[in-house]
Every structure is written in C-alpha cells, then in structure tokens.
C-alpha cells in the first residue's frame, strides 16, 4: 500500500515554516491523473529568510558551530541521515514512486543509493581533517607555507525530479561534509521526499540553518537564488535552457555555478558484439527511469552488418517491457512526470514530429492502449532517422531512442560527434583496442 502523503511546511533554520504567502501547490500522481496532496510554494520573501538562516548557521560563534567543526564532527550528522534513510527506505521509495513516477523497485533502489551518498562524503568529511594544515616545500627557509581547506559559504542547490531524493543528496551531502549552509530547492513536480529529509535533519538535530528547503515554483523559489548577493555559490542539474539563465544571474555577483544540463547521448553497437546483451544494454541506457535521464543513450548508432538483427531484436525486448502502475509488480516503465508541454507533450509532439519528417515508429509511440489514466507512452523506437532530424538532434527526455547505423568507425565517430551535446556515451565491442579508441573521441 503507498505511503500517504504528509502535510509539510518549508523547512528553515531547523523549524516548519508556512509560507510567507501562505501558497500551496498541488501534487498529482502521474500514474492517475489524481491530487494525493500538497506542498508548500515559496516565493522570494520565503527564500530571503532561508538564505538569512543558512548566513547565520555559517557565521555562528564566527564560525565554530559548523564550517569551522572538525570533518568527523559533521561525518557524525551525515551517517546519522544515512542510516534514518535506511530505516525509513519503504516510506521514502513509495513516496518517490507515487510523486515521480518511477518504479517502486527503481525508487528502492535510489534509497540505498541515497544513504550510500551520505556515507560516502561522511567518509570525506572524516579524511579532511588528515589533510587539513598540509605542509607546502618552499625554495626559501624564511617562509613557511601550509594547505587550509575552507568551506566556500551559503551554497544554493536546485535539483530536478527524475531522481529527486538522489540528486539532492549528490548536492547536500558534499556541501554540508565540507563545512558549508544550504538552501536546497528541489523541484515542484517532485518535492515529497525532499521535505522528508527536512523531517530527517530534525529529528537527527542537524543544528539550525545548516540546511533549508524551500520548495515552490522555480521563478519564484528558485530564481532568487543565483542572483542573491549573500549566496556564495549555486549548483543546478536540469534543462540547458534554465542552467543559461541560471549562469546569466549568478553572472551578474561574479559567483562560481555548477551546472549539469541536457544531454542527446550515443551508443555505438560495432559488429562484433554479443547481440543480447548489447540489446539488453541498448534498452537499459535509454528506457531507464522512463526514460527521464539526462545521461541516456538515446542516440543508437548500429554497424550495418548486423543492424536488421540487432534491431528487430531491440524492438521485441521493448514490445516486452512492462509498462504500468509504478507500485505493480514487474513494472519496469511507468508513466512520465507530468502532463506539461515541456514533458508528456512535449515527447508526443516529438514523436509526431520525427514522423512528418519522414522516420518510421518501429515499435510505441503512443499510449498504451491498457491504461486510461496517467503520463504514460509506450517505449518508443524510431528508425528510418537521419541526422538533421529534431529527433535525432535534440533531447525528448522521454522512452525515445532513435537509430542510425553506419559502415565504418570513421563514419560511426562522426555521427556521434555531430551534436551540440557532450555529456555522455557508450561503445559495445568484444575488441578492447576499438573499444578504448572510439572512447577517447567521442563525447
């Protein structure tokens, strides 16, 4: 049975805290189409008093209550958080599960993800102190020299909703292991487990400040956040077209940004591959998290002597796929995020649209024809693409992957360096020597 949703408020300086405006925003399930609740909407009143807080936790006793703590006095908080992740992993999953989407067993899976992140720069805040005051060779006697790492200040941390709970711990996790405060704004389309950990923070004591969260609209709770003078810095994963403006803010006060946008990533199958298993890999790089990966591989480039097998292997492993409520036992796709132009429609238009212009759908891109209700779109296969196609130029965040195939390394490293995006790739070949060649040269 899904966990119900909790009735949270914004979480600053250590307490629940009504919004300003007192605005709500509601949650759908984007298996149903229903509202199962609701979330707090900052606005810019509510993020100047959590950037106030997160400046006061950092400046505190000038500094001793935290960034100037030792690591292992701040390990001691994130392993507290990772070990109250664990303990509440079913709660957490399914709450994840019936805000984004995803598969219960994905989300399980993230859990542990999660606490592993904690744990992980739990382990690095402890290392910090052996490092702390390293001594630095100088040519001259005089002089002495040593290495202080400092904490950088108030961090602002803007995640996205396909991994919701993960991707906020891959920004709080080393922020807080470091020495810094945090205003975490995640995003409205999946904030539940956000506010949970909120709720976890609380119940560990994590002192006042160190981590606020906000959630909202993100012109309203998130924009305010790059161009504010008392940020030290943001760090953003999400759209290119955000992260833009984003970088144009934070521009303006000279401040460092971190940014992890879009992605159109190839996958190059060469012919000597097992064919299964680099099918099942195919399929994995792009169907995953319903496909909602900025690092899929949705671009599938396939040797010419063995394409007609590969792909009709490909397309009868994805008529396959179970898609259905993401609490159904053996779901491995459930729907989309949302309804919005940019997401549900978004993808169907995209799908539309690579068939005006002449692809060929060789398996979904429609609506199962078993569910009524909810964001859901068939694992999309689409050949017949050629590289000035939308489809195959620009990202659709969706279960689409379009394929190409090619008669020489040459041509393969080609087309998938003919793309304004570069943040991942994959090569599948049983010969190592091609398999590090092509590597090194594509995205």
């Not at 250590?14 to 707090?40: D, Q, Y």
């Not at 995953?288 to 097998?309: F, H, K, P, Y």
Request: hydrophobic letters at 45%.
């Amino acid at each position: 049975m899904a966990s119900k949703v909790p009735v949270r408020q914004l979480f600053i300086n250590g307490e629940w805290r009504a919004p300003l405006r007192e605005k709500r925003l509601p949650v759908i399930n984007p298996a149903t189409e229903e509202t199962i609740g609701e979330i707090p909407a900052a606005t810019a009143e509510d993020v100047e008093v959590a950037v106030k807080a997160a400046r006061v936790a950092f400046t505190r006793n000038r500094g001793k209550d935290w960034p100037r703590t030792s690591g292992a006095f701040r390990a001691k908080y994130l392993r507290a958080i990772a070990s109250k992740v664990i303990e509440r992993k079913s709660e957490l999953a399914e709450l994840e599960a019936l805000d984004s989407g995803k598969p219960l067993d994905e989300t399980s899976w993230d859990m542990d993800d999660v606490a592993g992140c904690f744990e992980f720069y739990a382990d690095l805040a402890d290392a910090l102190d052996g490092e702390q005051h390293a001594s630095v060779s100088l040519p001259m006697e005089t002089f002495k020299s040593h290495v202080l790492k400092e904490p950088l200040g108030v961090v602002g941390l803007i995640t996205p909703w396909n991994y919701p709970l993960l991707m906020a711990a891959w920004k709080v996790a080393p922020a807080l292991a470091a020495g810094c405060t945090a205003i975490l704004k995640p995003s409205e389309l999946a904030s539940l487990t956000c506010l949970e950990l909120a709720s976890i923070c609380k119940e560990i004591g994590l002192p006042p400040g160190v981590l606020n969260i906000v959630t909202g609209l993100g012109p309203e709770a998130g924009a305010p956040l790059p161009s504010h003078p008392d940020v030290d810095k943001v760090a953003f994963t999400g759209s290119t077209v955000t992260g833009r403006a984003i970088m144009t803010a934070a521009a303006q006060v000279i401040k460092p940004v971190s940014l992890e946008l879009g992605g159109k990533s190839p996958i190059l199958v060469f012919e000597d591959v097992d064919i299964e298993k680099a099918a099942e890999w195919a399929m994995f790089g792009c169907f995953w998290t319903n496909g909602q990966i900025c690092s899929a591989t949705s671009r599938l480039l396939v040797q010419e002597s063995i394409a007609d097998e590969f792909i009709g292997k490909l397309v009868n492993w994805t008529k396959s796929i179970q898609i259905s409520d993401p609490f159904e036992k053996g779901c491995r796709l459930g729907p989309v995020v949302s309804e919005s132009q940019v997401i549900y429609k978004k993808i169907l238009n995209c799908i539309s649209l690579a068939k005006e212009e002449g692809a060929t759908i060789l398996c979904g891109g429609q609506r199962p024809k078993h569910l009524k209700k909810g964001y859901f779109i068939e694992p999309t296969i689409v050949g017949n693409v050629n590289p000035s196609m939308q489809i195959w130029r620009e990202e659709v965040f969706g279960p689409v992957l379009s394929v190409m195939t090619f008669k020489t390394e040459e041509e393969a490293i080609d087309l998938a360096n003919d793309s304004h995006y570069a943040l991942a790739g994959a090569v599948l070949s049983n010969d190592a020597d091609l398999r590090n060649r092509v590597s090194e040269v594509i995205p």
